[in-house]
Nanobody, 116 residues
Framework: QVQLVESGGGLVQAGGSLRLSCAAS????????MGWYRQAAGKQRELVAT???????NYADSVKGRFTISRDNAKNTVYLQMNSLKPEDTAVYYC??????????WGQGTQVTVSS
């Protein structure tokens, strides 16, 4: 089992920045991919960004150039630096991990609200 705890959400004005963190515990040696997803009110959950243990990254087109995902394997933590935030980035952001055995784990979510 892997447990995930997110932090760093909040309220920010458009154009501002936030940094999300997600710390993993438990069977962290089994983790390959770590990532962030988001779900806006009334919409489906969508991919934001992912990063593999070897630090290969993947981003949704809507956040490319504004968001940066990174990870510290020694701390079992993944980060999401969000710059130039827009009102449409408002959502609950979820941390997600995938193990080498393709098990998936989710955090509890953290709210990000961008005011115009």
């Amino acid at each position: 089992q892997v447990q995930l705890v997110e932090s760093g959400g909040g309220l920010v004005q458009a154009g501002g920045s936030l940094r999300l963190s997600c710390a993993a515990s438990g069977r962290t040696g089994s983790i390959n991919v770590m990532g962030w997803y988001r779900q806006a009110a009334g919409k489906q959950r969508e991919l934001v960004a992912t990063i593999t243990r070897s630090r290969s990254t993947n981003y949704a087109d809507s956040v490319k150039g504004r968001f940066t995902i990174s990870r510290d394997n020694a701390k079992n933590t993944v980060y999401l630096q969000m710059n130039s935030l827009k009102p449409e980035d408002t959502a609950v952001y979820y941390c997600q991990t995938s193990t080498y055995a393709l098990d998936q784990y989710w955090g509890q979510g953290t709210q990000v609200t961008v005011s115009s």
